[in-house]
């Protein structure tokens, strides 16, 4: 069947509409990231830095104040460098920026329909084999203290669901080892390896990844630390 010259001429001007479309994007995204970057600079220089002059970001810090750390958080408070409940898109910082980014008890508060778009997040961010160093309530260690404790749920529950004391601390997904290192590899993360809080750079402080539960005159840990970097 032959198209009319008048079809032709629509289907042509859908795409040559279609095509100003993309590249109008693909400007507008450009402006964005010169935009994003000359904000960053801006203040970056009252940012924290390593005495190396490495960038580490510790995302969802609450108290913590670790001198090299630049800290965010959803709630504002003197130390907390940039304030935002938005983890899935950081637009204030820049793609390849930080050498390290550190979240301890975070993931488990992302709904599961959105964690990619936080693993891209993270990914963006930093720069080409930087860290992203986690913590997470470890399910496998939940379910041992369930077993030890004649299964009961109330001591569980708190690990497992969340605090539930202010909107932000709720769960939504649980995690294992070899669930997040899936998660993980999935999102072009490669080296994906334990880390001990005792004994790593830049964890000069006390948080959860650290921290053992007692029950019943037994301590068990509660937290999966894993650390991935970011292939190239």
């Known amino acids: 069947m032959e198209i009319s010259r008048q079809q032709w001429a629509k289907n042509e001007m859908y795409w040559r509409i279609e095509r100003l479309k993309i590249r109008i994007q693909k400007m507008i995204y450009n402006l964005a990231n010169i935009a994003r970057e000359l904000l960053w600079r801006a203040r970056e220089k009252n940012y924290p830095k390593t005495e190396d002059g490495r960038t580490l970001l510790h995302i969802g810090c609450g108290d913590i104040n670790s ?22 898109r950081l637009w204030m910082i820049p793609d390849n920026t930080a050498d390290l ?22 990914y963006r961010i930093l720069k080409p084999n930087g860290k992203l160093r986690i913590s997470v309530p470890d399910f496998d260690h939940i379910i041992a203290i369930y077993n030890d404790t004649d299964h009961q749920i109330e001591l569980i529950s708190p690990p497992l669901m969340g605090g539930q004391d202010y909107p932000e601390n709720f769960h939504y997904e649980i995690y294992n080892k070899k669930y997040l290192e899936k998660i993980l590899v999935a999102h072009k993360f490669g080296d994906v390896l334990e880390w001990n809080p005792f004994d790593v750079q830049f964890h000069n402080f006390d948080d959860w990844a650290s921290k053992n539960v007692m029950f019943n005159n037994k301590e068990y840990p509660i937290s999966l630390n894993l650390e991935a970097s970011k292939l190239q």
């Open 101 to 122: 980014i550190y979240m301890c008890h975070v993931l488990e508060h992302v709904p599961r329909e959105k964690l990619s778009k936080v693993i891209k997040e993270m």
């Open 67 to 88: 001198p090299e750390f630049i800290n965010i958080d959803a709630r504002k408070s003197s130390h907390i460098h940039i304030v935002t409940h938005n983890i899935f």
